[in-house]
């Protein structure tokens, strides 16, 4: 029976084989809203032969996608986002209540996925082969010639994490379907009817039946299932490094692209601008309450420079906004009271440990007050774990050299942030940071999305980024001509 995405009861139904359907198993999982506890939905909670079938319907129609010209596919994508961007503040609305994300960040987030969409619909469409001759390797002749095209994988495995289920699903999605692959999605359990939303602007955008699956569930029941399900060609996960390291560990031999934690830090230098640095590092900490895998997580600075950084960074803190993310506050309820109390227990730990306290250090449920600690040592756990959450530790240092020494010697390696007016030594510094990313004078951002976009060491293995994650799901299939020589005997 067709079904629509969701019914008057709220209950959310999975996206199979173009339909909306409810699972077997009868069971629901209840999201309810971080910002006011209310009920917001229920999602299926799927059964492994659910999953069996998801999976089962991609394989079955992979070859209609594979053999539709990329112009069409891309024309399917142009169609989505103008219905994202139709539908940009309902699910933004919906975003809003599900992750605490704040009204101008969650329309942001719905927007830039529309524009992902079309970004990487262009890029599909130029995606060329090539032609090699073989005389141009030694003892090769003209007479042979290899044609390469990039094909696909098959299913991909989309998972997506809570603080962009829409945006961090399309930026799986849709390279695997630019590139002709089809994808079974697994959104965040709390994300998902934000995820659900943009599975739906795929469909009645006209997106052939079974080349996107939704499969909803809790992670820590279905996911090991799924991850080591034969039919799935590449795993695309976007998470924390726990669970990434576990499918690494579980799934074996499969491509895969992980992208997770972070513990950026902003290097300050002794010549920076310091109002300009404060700006940036107070708006790359603590937006949406610095649930971002690209916050700035601690701040490396001279000891000699780190008074004067303190007294611009306080006032600027202390002016976020705090409270409901329907009024745009800046500072929201965390994702859930476990997160809370994580964030809690590294401040209150590092304050025992001798940190100073600058400002923050208030908590009313889950809402944590932006937090600002100074004097941290090494000796603390606020100076390597990554809190997901409103707190920054300042790091004192002595030198440029020890500057880069406590940035190298994180787990992670995803972005960090140098503050300088010289250009030599700032590429100093980025030629020697172990990370994906290094931004001169800028916050640690992802954005723009074609821009390439990875964490080494604990932080991920792959890179995203438009571009780089069609080549990831693709692969190259050669032909080789050999012409005979028509005048021979
Ligand atoms: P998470 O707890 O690791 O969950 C991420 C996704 O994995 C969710 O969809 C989750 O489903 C699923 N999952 C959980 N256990 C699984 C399993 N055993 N097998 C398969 N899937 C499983 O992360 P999160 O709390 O959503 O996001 C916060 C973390 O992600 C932070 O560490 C942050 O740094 C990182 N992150 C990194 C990036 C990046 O681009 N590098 C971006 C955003 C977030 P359920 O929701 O059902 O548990
Ligand atoms: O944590 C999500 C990660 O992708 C950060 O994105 O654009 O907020 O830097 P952005």
Redesign the pocket.
């Known amino acids: 029976m067709f079904r629509k995405l969701c019914n008057d009861r709220k209950v959310y139904h999975n996206l199979y084989d173009g339909e909306w359907v409810s699972s077997e198993s009868g069971e629901l999982i209840e999201i309810f809203s971080p910002v006011d506890g209310s009920s917001l939905g229920k999602i299926q909670s799927m059964t492994r032969d659910e999953v069996d079938r998801a999976i089962r319907s991609t394989k079955n129609n992979l070859e209609t996608w594979a053999q539709m010209p990329i112009f069409e596919r891309a024309n399917i994508f142009y169609r989505t986002a103008d219905i994202l961007e139709e539908q940009a503040e309902h699910i933004a609305k919906i975003l809003v209540m599900e992750i605490a994300k704040d009204h101008k960040s969650a329309l942001s987030e719905v927007t830039r996925t529309a524009d992902l969409l079309r970004y990487t619909a262009d890029v599909g469409k130029s995606m060329e082969g090539e032609a090699i001759s073989g005389e141009n390797f030694p003892g090769g002749t003209r007479s042979k010639m290899s044609y390469v095209t990039r094909v696909p994988l098959g299913t991909v495995l989309a998972i997506s994490?809570f603080?962009?289920p829409v945006n961090?699903s399309v930026s799986k999605i849709a390279p695997a379907l630019i590139g002709g692959n089809a994808v079974i999605l697994k959104p965040p359990t709390q994300g998902a009817l934000s995820a659900l939303h943009l599975a739906q602007a795929f469909n009645n955008a006209g997106l052939p039946k079974g080349i996107l699956n939704t499969v909803t569930g809790r992670g820590s029941e279905i996911g090991d299932y799924i991850v080591t399900h034969p039919d799935i060609q590449f795993i695309n996960f976007?998470g924390s490094t726990q669970v990434g390291r576990h499918i690494s560990q579980l799934a074996g031999m499969i491509p895969m692209l992980l992208?997770l934690g972070g513990k950026d830090a902003a290097i300050v230098l002794d010549d920076a601008d310091l109002d300009f640095a404060a700006e940036n590092i107070v708006a790359g900490a603590y937006s949406y309450s610095g649930q971002?895998?690209?916050a700035v997580k601690r701040i490396l600075v001279p000891d000699t420079l780190a008074d004067r950084l303190v007294e611009r960074l306080k006032p600027r803190i202390e002016a976020l906004e705090v409270g409901d993310p329907r009024e745009d506050s800046v500072i929201v309820p965390l994702i859930d009271q476990k997160s809370a109390d994580f964030v809690q227990g590294l401040v209150d730990s590092a304050l025992r440990q001798g940190a100073t306290l600058v400002t923050g250090n208030r908590r009313e449920g889950n809402l944590l007050y932006p937090t600002l600690l100074d004097h941290v040592t090494t000796e603390m756990d606020i100076a390597w774990e990554e809190p997901f959450g409103p707190v920054l530790p300042v790091i004192r240092v002595k030198d440029l050299d020890e500057a880069i020494d406590i940035a190298n010697r994180s787990e992670y390696g995803l972005q960090s942030s140098v503050f300088t007016r010289d250009i030599n030594r700032a590429f100093y510094i980025a030629n020697h940071l172990e990370v994906g990313t290094v931004q001169i004078n800028n916050k640690?951002?992802?954005?723009p999305d074609h821009f390439p976009?990875l964490g080494v060491k604990a932080s991920g293995m792959g890179t995203q980024g438009v571009k780089y994650s069609i080549e990831a799901m693709t692969r190259p299939k050669a032909v080789v001509i050999n012409l005979a020589d028509p005048k021979a005997e």
Do not use: A, K, Q, S
């Open positions: 994490p603080n962009y961090l976007t992208e971002r895998c690209t640690t951002e992802r954005g976009f």
